[in-house]
């Protein structure tokens, strides 16, 4: 029985004040279906968060920034999350969605709130607690 917790890494991206998030998709089984979430994901085996990070980007908008800061990590039983952060240089619109049901930048106060409006989803979506908690404290930081 493996007892080492699951390892993710995930990036707060950010422009003009707001945070790109991702609207996971509706599937059973996922941690969190159709609620607000950060991009990234589990690490590989042998992986580093630095590699993980850049590799889930890539992967999942198409863009990885040019510069990513290790923010620190957030743990659930578990769990281990390596938090990055990192300025969002192109704009939404150069991203390509290869993950989710959806994906915006969310303002302070949509994040405080707890929930967005998804276009795609035609209706207001909630943030998953951890990923609200993990924006909140970059915004806390003074990121962004």
Same mark, same amino acid.
């Given at each position: 029985?493996?007892?080492q917790p699951t390892q993710v890494a995930l990036a707060v991206l950010y422009r003009e004040n707001r945070y790109l998030m991702q609207l996971r998709d509706r599937i059973p089984g996922i941690l969190y279906p159709g609620f607000w979430g950060?991009?990234?994901?589990?690490?590989?085996?042998?992986?580093?968060? !630095?590699? @993980? %990070?850049? #590799?889930?980007?890539?992967?999942?908008?198409?863009?990885? $920034?040019?510069?990513?800061?290790?923010? /620190?990590?957030?743990? !659930?039983? @578990? %769990?281990? #999350?390596?938090?990055?952060?990192?300025?969002?240089?192109? $704009?939404?619109?150069?991203?390509?969605? /290869?993950?989710?049901? !959806?994906? @915006?930048?969310?303002?302070?106060?949509?994040?405080?709130?707890?929930?967005?409006?998804?276009?795609?989803?035609?209706?207001?979506?909630?943030?998953?607690?951890?990923?609200?908690?993990?924006?909140?404290?970059?915004?806390?930081?003074?990121?962004?």
């Open positions: 029985m493996d007892t950060l991009f990234g994901g589990h690490l590989e085996r042998d992986e580093s968060p !630095d590699e @993980g %990070i850049r #590799r889930e980007l890539l992967e999942e908008i198409g863009y990885c $920034p040019p510069h990513l800061d290790k923010f /620190g990590c957030d743990s !659930d039983p @578990g %769990i281990v #999350r390596h938090i990055y952060h990192g300025a969002l240089t192109v $704009p939404l619109e150069a991203l390509i969605l /290869g993950e989710g049901w !959806d994906m @915006g930048l969310m303002t302070p106060e949509q994040v405080r709130a707890g929930e967005a409006f998804s276009v795609n989803a035609n209706e207001v979506r909630p943030l998953g607690t951890p990923h609200q908690r993990i924006v909140l404290s970059v915004i806390n930081a003074g990121l962004g």
